[in-house]
Nanobody, 115 residues
Framework: QVQLVESGGGLVQPGGSLRLSCSFS????????MGWYRQNPGKQRDLVAI???????VYADSVKGRFAISRDNAKNMVDLQMNSLKPEDTAVYYC?????????WGKGTLVTVSS
């Protein structure tokens, strides 16, 4: 059973930085494309960034140049470094893994950008 656990959310001022982490267990990590998504109440869950096992990345236009996704295949971890945060980055951030037509999600971690 694949399990994803996010950590690192919290309150940060505009312009600040935050690093989210997601730990993976229950399967072979390198099989999976890993991603971060975010969602606000009443809105759809949107892609933030994804990374495959070889390190190829894709970012939403809204976070390009500010966020960086990375993975450690030895530690079964994927991180999201978020810099120059804006109030509109406020959301619940979810970790997701995908392989063989199957998706698994973490429970999410709240990021609030506010002064």
């Amino acid at each position: 059973q694949v399990q994803l656990v996010e950590s690192g959310g919290g309150l940060v001022q505009p312009g600040g930085s935050l690093r989210l982490s997601c730990s993976f267990s229950g399967s072979i990590f390198t099989r999976y494309v890993m991603g971060w998504y975010r969602q606000n109440p009443g809105k759809q869950r949107d892609l933030v960034a994804i990374i495959d096992s070889g390190g190829t990345t894709v970012y939403a236009d809204s976070v390009k140049g500010r966020f960086a996704i990375s993975r450690d295949n030895a530690k079964n971890m994927v991180d999201l470094q978020m810099n120059s945060l804006k109030p509109e980055d406020t959301a619940v951030y979810y970790c997701k893994c995908t392989w063989g037509g199957m998706d698994y999600w973490g429970k999410g971690t709240l990021v609030t950008v506010s002064s």
